[in-house]
């Protein structure tokens, strides 16, 4: 996509959230209650389907186009399952399965279905295989994030109504990469919206006759803040760039530096965020608590830091130390346009 037609349709998705959304429709999330005039809306816009071809019905987005659209649904805290809709629809798209209307979950092995309640139809994406399963009827078992409190829920999938092979590019596990990219791209917008509330409240909170954010040690917090969220932003946009060039499967490298950089700022600004707030980020009338929990929940799933970095770890050892560097600065020679 062309950075004009990213920008306006950026812009849309920015101002249908920012009419739409906000700690009440997050609070009312948290509570089980579909958002339902927002889906509409998104589904108005065609973003349930926009990576999906042209010649399917889709938008023919890329994965770096999705990450964009992600930074700015995670801006917004995330109030509908929008990512892993999409994410899902992409890939039955590519094994050549048109995706079906209404909500679509992402199943990712281990990991319960946002939104399962809801979802009329579950993609799995392992072994090299799509496969697309109905969830009318199927047995239930409803539930939530334990930290996000978003609407989590155990489906038995049962036998899938069209199972295809996926091409090589998305390798065997297309659906755990889909959700460690999308993850990484909810907390990079997620983490925007924090050091935001963070930077106004120490701009206007006074102490000893001035306001927080003229204090030194203060300013360090927030400039170490600003760090971590522009790391995570640029992590999340490489790995789109890499997945959108050589699939799922050949950007598996930056997914994974992306979610371990995105995990580790996730804790780092959560944790100055309430430093800087003080009592008052953990109140439950004030919004902080919506999109740090959130930062948390996100932190975990699809594979924790601790899980990525020990798979570039055991890559890295099994390439030999003579590989190393090579390999590094042929990819950012790649990455250069």
Avoid: N
Wanted: with cysteine.
């Amino acid at each position: 996509m062309s950075d004009d037609l990213r920008s306006i349709l950026l812009e849309q998705v920015e101002r249908l959230l920012s009419d739409r959304s906000g700690p009440d429709l997050l609070r009312a999330v948290e509570r089980g209650e579909w958002p339902a005039a927002l889906w509409e809306e998104a589904e108005a816009l065609g973003l349930p389907h926009a990576l999906v071809p042209e010649a399917m019905g889709g938008a023919g987005l890329g994965w770096d186009d999705a990450v964009a659209v992600w930074q700015v649904l995670g801006r917004h805290g995330a109030p509908l399952p929008l990512a892993g809709g999409m994410a899902a629809a992409a890939l039955l798209a590519v094994g050549g399965i048109a995706p079906p209307a209404g909500p679509i979950a992402l199943a990712v092995p281990g990991e319960a279905l946002a939104w399962g309640r809801r979802a009329e139809h579950a993609v799995t994406a392992t072994g090299g295989e799509v496969a697309l399963h109905l969830l009318s009827g199927a047995a239930r078992q409803e539930g939530r994030s334990l930290i996000g409190r978003e609407p989590a829920d155990h489906v038995a999938l049962g036998e899938p109504l069209a199972r295809v092979a996926l091409p090589p590019g998305c390798g065997p596990e297309a659906a755990l990469l889909a959700g460690a990219l999308l993850h990484a791209a909810q907390i990079a917008g997620a983490l925007e919206a924090v050091l935001g509330m963070t930077v106004e409240y120490a701009s206007t909170r006074r102490q000893f006759g001035r306001p927080i954010g003229g204090f030194q040690a203060v300013q360090q917090l927030l400039a170490q803040a600003a760090g971590e969220v522009a790391a995570a932003g640029v992590a999340a946009a490489h790995a789109g760039r890499a997945a959108a060039r050589r699939g799922l499967a050949g950007g598996a490298f930056e997914i994974a530096c992306a979610k371990v950089v995105a995990g580790e700022a996730a804790g780092r600004v959560a944790a100055i965020a309430h430093q800087v707030h003080a009592a008052m980020g953990f109140t439950d009338e004030h919004p902080l608590h919506l999109f740090t929990r959130r930062l948390w929940s996100w932190r975990d799933a699809c594979g924790a830091e601790r899980v990525w970095a020990r798979r570039i770890g055991a890559e890295a050892l099994a390439r030999g130390g003579a590989a190393l560097w090579p390999d590094l600065t042929a990819r950012e020679e790649e990455a250069r346009p």
